[in-house]
């Protein structure tokens, strides 16, 4: 996938880009650069009340190509969110029309991909395989319908492509999701020595530049 980063000068610009037409939600992102419909990118948004970009997963719904003529329509593309965007696209709304005020201390973007991840309890060798939705160098995101209680020691084993072996990581579990179709459990990382907070910025990086996500494309 590619990531496009929509950035705007306030929640204004952010709503007026808003697409409400589209099943799910979507924006319109300002670039010169072509896209072939129906091909799946993540959006970076970013506006002056959000602490760090928020990435949503979508495809390419339609697209405006460069004018010959002076218009004020500018070039770019529409973006579908997908059903899974459902939770990313109403905070981004409840921000920008001042019904949320973020008081979240995250500081750090999360990735979204789409990879297997082997995770278990710290003091139990059993793995549980599960799926990997988002990372960042102080958290991850597994869906899983298999819990541990709040504040568990957890490892995940995450393979980054390319890589000769998994790197593992301890954290904890610092909060759970429960709804139908979205369970999982929100993992804090807790690297205790500047070598595992290195291997976890490397992996990010790399997940970063991989196929997974793609090359960023920067919206103007």
């Known amino acids: ?8 000068a306030s929640s204004e610009a952010f709503l007026d880009a808003y697409q409400s ?9 300002a670039t010169r650069t072509p896209f072939e419909l129906a091909s799946r990118v993540v959006v970076e948004v970013v506006f002056p009340e ?7 997963r979508g495809f390419i719904a339609w697209r405006r190509p460069p004018s010959r003529r002076r218009s004020p329509l500018r070039a770019g593309v529409g973006v579908e969110f997908l059903p899974s965007e459902r939770r990313k696209r109403d905070f981004l709304l409840g921000v920008a029309r001042r019904d949320i005020v973020e008081i979240s201390n995250r500081r750090h973007r999360r990735l979204p991909v789409d990879l297997h991840v082997n995770w278990r309890a710290k003091e139990d060798p059993s793995k549980v395989t599960s799926q990997l939705d988002d990372i960042g160098e102080r958290g991850a995101f597994v869906r899983t319908s298999t819990f541990l209680p709040l504040g568990s020691s957890v490892i995940l084993e995450i393979s980054a492509p390319g890589g000769e072996r998994p790197v593992a990581i301890e954290g904890r579990v610092a909060w759970t999701h429960h709804t139908a179709g979205e369970e999982g459990m929100g993992i804090e990382f807790r690297c205790r020595d500047t ?3 290195r291997r976890l ?16 494309v920067i919206g103007t």
């Open 195 to 197: 070598g595992g907070a």
């Open 201 to 216: 910025r490397e992996l990010v990086r790399r997940l970063e530049g991989s196929s997974t996500v793609g090359a960023k």
């Open 21 to 29: 037409q589209f099943l799910h939600g979507g924006i319109f992102v």
């Open 1 to 8: 996938m590619k990531i496009l980063k929509a950035r705007f």
């Open 50 to 56: 959000l602490r760090t970009g928020v990435l949503l």
